[in-house]
């Protein structure tokens, strides 16, 4: 009855808690209660009257209904079942049938809003000052980019989703037909920086892809230059980029594009899939709402391959026993795994 | 991989076997074969050609079929695989492919109809004279009573649907756009009495709501006395009561509504609610259409509260590991905890 | 927490590996990747460039996608995510990125191709050699014989179906309204021949049933003779036959209907259930039409049965304790369960 398990998708728990985790992007969250499964932990998050973002465990502690079952009052959350109140930090502030409240209370989350993205700590509030924060990436606030962002749950261990965009050489098989980008074959650098870890291609006077082309105006084919490359820079964020260049114009500002690619697990076999994607070139909103558009039928190839990975680790294989052999392009996916266990043996050492 | 677990629904049975619930309401009950799952157990119900009602155990012994997929003759239940048949005392009579019958049979298990209710007994037969038989409710069997009924299929564990009924301050909250009976914000005087748990609140020259009113004639907010009050009467069911009476007028009889809340499980985390409610008064066939109707959609407002609250237990939080903290208007539904511990703990001596 | 079980349904697997299994009818395969799970393996399958068919592990090694998500490649399967090629033996033949495949591999299964069955081996390959060829039937490549088949996926275990065509008692209760054969009421004779297990029942100078004479061009009683006899040939393959002969011509061919009812475990709740049948009589492609569907509405009254025995074995219910009640029509079928148990004793030997 053991099941078997690869290395990539583990049985166990293969994500940190002391991590600060997107929980959503600003523009889902209001003044009403908003449910999320956020590793393997029920929240519930809410906007402030003063438009700050609050998040509270999504459990009443008197019989247990879920706090989003029940109402915004103030800043406070009225449980649905029997109207206890709970305050923005967790405490019990009313009990209708009683005078004063017992000493009650949920647990609460601490949220940090940074661009259009929210973050979550789920951890030990005791050891938040030791965790690293939400990584930096400029460009989210920069207004140079344009943005466009979007939500998937995808029925898959949220490594599956790190490891596709940690090894580009994917687009020539599940993107084929979509990006129509066929010349990554050859596996990038890659450099371990700490617990950041980058991987780097470079096309030199190389013919554009059509795609790319088309977005500069020019002729598919058209020698240019490109570089492609992207880090792994926290258990739930990962940045892909592109910045294209003209050879004759080596000084001048590349076209860039971004990708922030933030899993957050739901549980062990699912994840939440929050995207971001900017440019700081072509970004009409009719330009960028294109892009989306056709970014996202690549994303879509991408969730029906994750799935059908993690489908096959769900219904266990009889006799399934080997191991995973992994290749030379895999190097930046291997190395993002050792700083998963990185972060989660340093959890394991503050718990114990 | 133990889930967590909160004392209002252990993972472990909280029913006894040995103890008379309600099986079905009469009028489901006909000449065919009628399958349920009670306490975890199959069973096939049917009415012998007396009309009398007959239940057996829903699989056949021979290759273990559903009994319910074949039919009746006469009052024997006829296997719908290979046609053995099964009187109603359990007994196999008949095995088409040889003369004599083997030595086979499935359990029976007694039945009592009263009023609207079918009783059945699943426990043990050696100690059924020392069960308590199914409660005394004279309203369900009195004329000047009208009743209407209905089943409902909650994915929620039994005692959940107890508790709910035990502590009606929920209603200012779960109810509150349906029944609109929001004064009720203060625990009820609640008095055990052996195994039965009583609640009582009486308001004196209160306001009516306007449901109450609506019914008696009245302006809402007419100033009258009300008694609402219930018993947990058995692990299988619970009365519910509301007295109107005028003020000025002490020795008139009350205008008296009742509900009986029978809950069944259908295994741990489900269950059969059987509800009955009877009124003395406004009882012409359409007013008491009208009534079903509107506590029908109060119902269903309970229900969604049971099923989130078992969902969340289902799905066993991570690190969920806090306990219910109960208040005082917990009371009787607290009690009706300890009642149901002393039926297991009889039970488990009575087998030991 | 372990769920009841009985004879016919044991919680481990009953089925061996070390046999010949039908994966699919010759028809369902062609240039492109069948999946299928057998045995509780992910199974791949197509067929080469020169019609043969192939059959491989359906799961890449290097990071566990199915290679069903892939495509062909002449006669090697690309994987659908990084574009790995495996050969028709499993063996990868290339990476993309890079020069020369590693030393990766995935299983390869044997098949074998026999009138419009697939064999498939899916067991220790040490041992293929003692292991019974797939069994003989010569009516499925005889041209005397029109077939038809058709598969069926039942949500239950193999053995049920197998039980349910060597006792043909059912037929009066389960088809008691489509084939209308309600005169096999005694169990047939059996015989064991090393672990074959043949049964025979014979009626002579009896009244044809309905679906018989209306065959023959005969009024509906007609006294005819009529033999129903069917082996267990494997645990794979069991035969099903009739022949039908006039009692005044003793030496005229019968005329002859023959089943195969071929099942193999998809896991050990479940099977994919290949049927074909053959008849040498009234086989124009009209009446075998006719003959087909007449049959399948009958197969789809097993399958319903077969669920929900199994429906009930999945559900465990408790206290269920008691242990299949077998009779003398059980005969053919206990002995098959026999066979059953030597096939997987030698596999034990043989693995040990």
């Not at 943005?147 to 940690?166: D, P, Q, S």
């Not at 490109?226 to 000084?251: C, I, K, N, V, Y």
């Not at 995207?275 to 700081?280: D, I």
């Not at 190839?301 to 489908?311: G, K, P, Y």
């Amino acid at each position: 009855m053991i099941p078997h398990a690869w290395e990539g998708i583990p049985q166990q728990r293969n994500y940190p808690y002391n991590c600060w985790w997107v929980a959503a992007f600003g523009d889902d969250i209001g003044r009403s209660l908003l449910a999320r499964w956020l590793l393997d932990t029920p929240v519930v998050l809410f906007r402030r009257e003063d438009g700050t973002v609050a998040a509270l465990e999504d459990r009443c502690p008197h019989r247990m209904a879920p706090l989003s079952i029940g109402r915004l009052q103030g800043d406070t959350v009225e449980c649905g079942y029997h109207g206890f109140r709970f305050a923005d930090n967790g405490r019990c502030v009313r009990v209708p049938t009683q005078d004063s409240p017992p000493d009650i209370s949920v647990r609460y989350f601490p949220v940090r809003e940074i661009g259009p993205l929210v973050w979550i700590y789920l951890g030990d509030l005791a050891v938040i000052d030791q965790v690293p924060p939400p990584p930096d990436m400029p460009w989210l606030t920069d207004r140079a980019f344009a943005l466009r962002h979007g939500t998937m749950e995808i029925a898959a261990n949220y490594m599956l989703l790190k490891e596709n965009v940690l090894d580009l050489t994917h687009l020539g098989y599940v993107h084929a037909s979509t990006f129509q980008v066929t010349d990554i074959v050859r596996p990038p650098d890659v450099v371990v920086d700490g617990d950041t870890v980058h991987y780097r291609q470079r096309f030199i006077n190389a013919p554009l892809p059509a795609g790319y082309a088309h977005t500069l105006g020019l002729p598919p084919g058209t020698p240019w230059n490109r570089e492609t490359h992207g880090s792994f820079l926290s258990p739930a964020m990962q940045q892909g980029a592109t910045d294209l260049s003209d050879p004759s114009l080596p000084d001048a500002l590349p076209a860039s594009t971004r990708f922030a690619h933030a899993t957050t697990p739901i549980d062990q076999s699912r994840m939440l899939y929050f995207w971001v994607l900017g440019r700081n070139h072509a970004n009409s909103p009719q330009e960028m709402n294109g892009f989306a558009d056709f970014i996202k039928k690549g994303f879509a190839e991408d969730r029906a391959v994750l799935e059908a990975v993690q489908a096959l680790a769900n219904r266990n294989p009889r006799r399934g026993g080997h191991d995973e052999r992994s290749v030379k392009a895999d190097a930046a996916g291997v190395q993002a795994r050792r700083v998963i266990a990185r972060w989660m043996a340093r959890e394991n050492a503050a718990t114990a």
